[in-house]
C-alpha cells in the first residue's frame, strides 16, 4: 500500500513506493516451481518465511527515486544472472577458485552494491535490521543521490559464488569482519557480495579481489557443503520443521 511520507533519498514529501531492496530477480530464481523462496534468519525466534516476490520496504523510497536506482539493479542483475554465464574459470591444481568477467562497468555495479547497502541500512524491515552502518550512512546516500561511485577502497565490494548447490533460500544480510575490517554480507541467490563499511583499506590478503576501475571482476568459488552458511541453513530449516510439527501437535511442545 501506497502512503505519504518523507522520501529518503530526496527529502520531499512523496507518496512512496513498495521499494525493493534486493531486486526480485535474485529471488524468482530461488523458486523451486510453483513454490516461493524461503527468508532465512539466524536471529533467535525467527523462522524462515516465503516470499513470493521478494522483501520490499514501503517506507523509504518515491517512485521517482526508485526509478532513479533501478537502472544499476537491472545491470547487477544482468552482471550477475546473465553474464556470469559467459565467465573464465581461473584454476588451481585442476579446480576453479574463481570466475573473471572483463568488460564490466564499474561505476553500474558499484552504485548497485552501494545502493543495495543503503537501502538495507535505512529499511525497517526485519529481514535487514542486522545491517547497520552508523555514520557511514550519510556517505551512502550521498553516492546514490549524487550516482557517485566512489574508488574502489570506498565501500570496497568482494564477491563470491557458491558452486555445489541449487539455492532455494536465501539467509538475511549480516555483519562481518576479515582481519578487523568491518564488512556486509548479502546474499544474492548463489552469490555472496562482502561490502566493506570501514575507513580502512581492504586486508591485503584481498586487494586484488575486490571490484576495481578498469579491471576484469573476480567472483571468488566457494562451497556450501560443510560451510558455516551450509550449516546454518540446515539448522535454521531443522528448527522451522520441528517448530510446525508442533503447531500440527504430531511432537508435543
Known amino acids: 500500500m501506497s502512503n505519504t511520507q518523507t522520501c529518503r533519498l530526496c527529502l520531499q514529501e512523496k507518496r512512496l513506493i513498495n521499494a525493493h531492496i534486493i531486486p526480485e530477480g535474485f529471488f524468482r ?21 516465503r516470499m513470493p516476490v521478494g522483501v520490499y520496504d514501503s ?15 537491472d545491470y547487477g542483475q544482468q552482471v550477475l544472472l546473465q553474464r556470469f554465464q559467459k565467465a573464465t574459470p581461473i584454476t588451481h591444481q585442476a579446480r576453479t577458485v574463481a570466475w573473471s568477467l572483463e568488460e564490466v562497468n564499474y561505476t553500474n555495479l558499484k552504485l548497485f552494491f552501494v545502493a543495495l547497502l543503503w537501502r538495507a541500512s535505512i529499511s525497517s524491515h526485519n529481514f535487514y ?68 563499511v570501514d575507513k580502512r583499506p581492504v586486508p591485503e590478503l584481498l586487494s586484488e579481489l575486490h571490484l576495481q576501475v578498469g579491471k576484469p571482476l573476480t567472483i571468488l568459488t566457494r562451497s556450501l557443503q560443510g560451510s558455516p552458511d551450509g550449516l546454518l541453513m540446515r539448522k535454521i530449516a531443522e528448527s522451522a520443521l520441528a517448530f510446525r510439527e508442533r503447531r500440527k501437535g504430531k511432537i508435543p511442545g
Not at 524461503?38 to 523462522?47: L, V
Not at 550516482?147 to 549480516?174: C, K
Open 29 to 49: 530464481l530461488l523458486r523451486s516451481g510453483n513454490v516461493a523462496p524461503e527468508m532465512h534468519s539466524n536471529s533467535p525466534g525467527s523462522f524462515p518465511k
Open 59 to 73: 517506507t523509504i523510497l518515491c517512485g521517482e527515486c526508485d526509478q532513479q536506482i533501478a537502472p544499476w539493479d
Open 129 to 196: 535490521k542486522r545491517i547497520a552502518v552508523g555514520p557511514f550512512e550519510k556517505r551512502l546516500r550521498e553516492m546514490v543521490l549524487e550516482s557517485e561511485p566512489g574508488d574502489s577502497q570506498e565501500f570496497a565490494v568482494i564477491l563470491a559464488r557458491f558452486e555445489d548447490v541449487s539455492m532455494t533460500a536465501m539467509l538475511d544480510p549480516h555483519p562481518e569482519r576479515f582481519d578487523h575490517i568491518f564488512f556486509c554480507r548479502f546474499y544474492l541467490s548463489g552469490f555472496v557480495s562482502y561490502i566493506k
